[in-house]
């Protein structure tokens, strides 16, 4: 599966951003992580079963949204009221060996077991 990303930007404090990851082929786990500098790459969402199922890190929740066209095999974030520790380069991920939703949305706190990864896009969130 390639994934590539796109939609990052610049924006100051309290706006917003979309970003999108489109996909080669489906994958029933995929997710978003971000790797600020100098900082450990972390779980922002986990999207299971084409978005049934969809589970958000605390720091980013009520605030991110994350969806999927099936149809376009295409991976969306939506990112509102951005502050400036959301800045990171963000990155999509695919997980196609988790079969069930608990699997998907647990290993979004270890970023090892998504096998594939996308190049990133950078978000910048100024004060």
């Known amino acids: 599966v390639q994934l590539v990303e796109s939609g990052g930007g610049s924006v ?3 706006g917003s951003l979309r970003l999108s990851c489109a ?7 995929m997710g ?3 790797q600020a500098p100098g900082k450990e790459r972390e779980g922002v969402a986990s999207i299971f079963a084409g978005g049934n ?11 991110f949204a994350s969806s999927q066209d099936s149809a376009k095999n295409t991976l969306y974030l939506h990112m509102n009221s951005l502050k400036p520790e959301d800045t990171a380069m963000y ?11 608990g699997d998907c949305h647990a290993n979004l706190a270890r970023p090892s077991e998504y096998t594939y990864w996308g190049h990133g896009t950078q978000v910048t969130v100024s004060s």
């Open 32 to 34: 978003w992580f971000r």
């Open 12 to 14: 100051q404090a309290g």
């Open 91 to 101: 990155y999509c991920a695919a997980d196609p060996a988790a079969w069930y939703g």
């Open 23 to 29: 996909a080669s082929g489906y994958s029933n786990c």
């Open 53 to 63: 199922s969809v589970d958000y890190a605390d720091s980013v929740k009520g605030r």
